[in-house]
């Protein structure tokens, strides 16, 4: 793919007469004859809200077209008003044009005196995603609401949702003005996403949409129109269709049983602790479980930087990695102020020979974010990407605010059970079973699943703690990448001031039998300290700072530089169903994947954990909770654990 798609606009409007409207289109986003009444009549009491989710723990509606977000607003509204106070709504919405931040915020000052919704307008007006094609997920309501805009066009924004609704609304621009919205194969598309019993509305009897939705299961009844409309429709899936068949069959997902019970996670780190803030949203309850107890994870290592690498094309691992990063951003920013350092802002200054002005030109051109996410700048007389809305994190203030509870054991062994797993520890036997584990052991996820052809590669990592005013003044006070990194001036709990500098990298295959990665290298510190001052010396009068103090780490670093996470595959039976792929059968002759059941993995985030943690680990949770999920499904198959056999069994055979 070239450049980052842009997305077509909708031509946005506001008649003094009949308020917002699209040009584009020729319709209008809301009835002239009351926008509230309509959601109220057409949609919530076309999907029987709220008796519909009242006593159910999560509940998920579909949508074609997102509009103005009035349907989705009003539905968040009666949510809050009429759900149990742990449950969760799953909000999908299916928008082809998207309108940007500003235009929602002006079309939606126009309802703000819909009771219940002026509070609800400023959250989403303020957390509006960028026109960026693909699937965007906010969390709203304190997790108590996620919402999934898919950017696109409908027939390909639905193909890559992967989940079944209990309710959809369909409720794009008219049929005659908008035909691409309501098709046989859309129609399809939102059967095969809608459970058994699953109802839909919308406000049309048009009849090729009556006959449509009839032909693809639905049972289908007309009612009074709303306002000027004669007629509406509302139906329920009587005879849901067959599952689509995935073309990528050994990345077809294991269902959920109805109650996924209490959830083990095996790690302290970033990773366990995202997987059970998600979890928890969803009313699931985890215990973490690390070796190193509470202050597992990456030790004492007092910075985590956020700065993603954003190619020119919007290739996999480029949108996984702006997905990623515009997620973490919200996520930390949604756990207060207190877990990032002053001043924000992280900058990555030009890498000879790699970064030419001319690549970052580009991509800023490519992207179209605005200032506040990425420019250009310079850093001691090379260009440089600057990111003011990110920075750099305090690792143990994200962990105090997340709050999730470590418990200390080394777990030995993952025992399959009947319906479950037992941990095992080497000194206390039997620590926990029950029906779910999530393996988030950094660097030892492969070893401790035994599964070496999960090609996670452990590489040793240290910092240096420097004195502030040993750098010349002049050096910008954020986070700064120059191939290594420099942190902001930052106080440690001891009351010490100064900056981390790092960092090295180095292949560490038995970080068990050689526990030499913990010792803290004055050579590693001299090669990174050269480096820093070898970049800074064209502006700066400098010599490689010396170090006070240090810490090492482990990071899990994968071949494509992809992090992992996904259900656990079954290596023997992926071996004899796709042992045969390097021959090229046809996909449709292959059965789906098979997996270890009950079990998770997230690990392979590399250098970059706390930027790819907060989504990855919605991507589990809503795995386990069976909700519809973040990604599109060619992202969920690329972080799939199951990739390196493929790749293999494409190449050769069985691994
Ligand atoms: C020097 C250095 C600097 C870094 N800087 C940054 C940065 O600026 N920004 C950034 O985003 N990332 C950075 N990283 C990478 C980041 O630290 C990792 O990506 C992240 O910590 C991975 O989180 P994790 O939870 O997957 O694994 P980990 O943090 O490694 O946690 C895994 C945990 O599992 C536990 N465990 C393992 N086996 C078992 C077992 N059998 N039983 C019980 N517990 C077990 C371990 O004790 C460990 O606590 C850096 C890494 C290093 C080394």
Redo the contacts with the bound molecule.
Sequence with gaps: MTGWPRLPSPDFDIDPDSGPRSILFNDGYASPAGAAAETETVFLDGIGAPSAWRDRPTFAIGETGFGLGLNFLMTWALWRRTAMPDACLHYVSVEGYPLDQHSLTRALQLYRDIPGLASLIDEICDRFPLRHAGFHRLSLDGGRVQLTLLFGPVEHSLSQLSGKMDAWYLDGFAPARNPDMWTAPVFRAIACRTKPGGRFATYTAAGHVRRGLEDVGFSVEKHPGFAHKRERLTGTLATPPDDEKAQTPWFSLPPTPADPGEVAI???????QCCWHALKARGIEATL????GPA???GA?P????APKLPVNASLPGRLNALTFLKALAFYDGLGPTVWYDPRGAMQAAAEGVDSDDRQARLIDALDWPKDLITVTEVAGRSALSYPASG?LDPQAVRNVIGAPVES????ALIPIDGGWRLMDGDCGEVWSGRRVIV?????TGR?LQAPWLEIRPS????SWIKGDALPAGIPEQGIGFGG?LSPNITLRDGRRGRVL???FDAWPDPDGDTGWQVWSHDDHQRYAAEFAQVFSQAFDLSPPPAEAG??????MTGDRLPIAGPMPDAEAYGSDYGDLHHGRHWVDYPPARYRDGLYV??G?????????PLMAELLADMLAGMPLPLEKDLIEAVHPARFLIREMKRAGTP
Excluded at 440 to 444: H, M, P, V
Excluded at 551 to 556: E, I, P
Excluded at 605 to 613: D, E, K
């Design positions: 095996i790690g302290g780190g970033i990773a366990a479980f690390d070796r190193a597992g994870g990456m290592n910075v985590a930087m956020i750099c054991a080394d777990i030995n988030a052991a950094g660097g030892w401790l040793r990592g240290q910092v990194y790092g960092s090295s810490w090492t780490g482990l990071r899990a997230l690990s985030l590399g250098a970059r954990g706390y930027q790819f943690s």
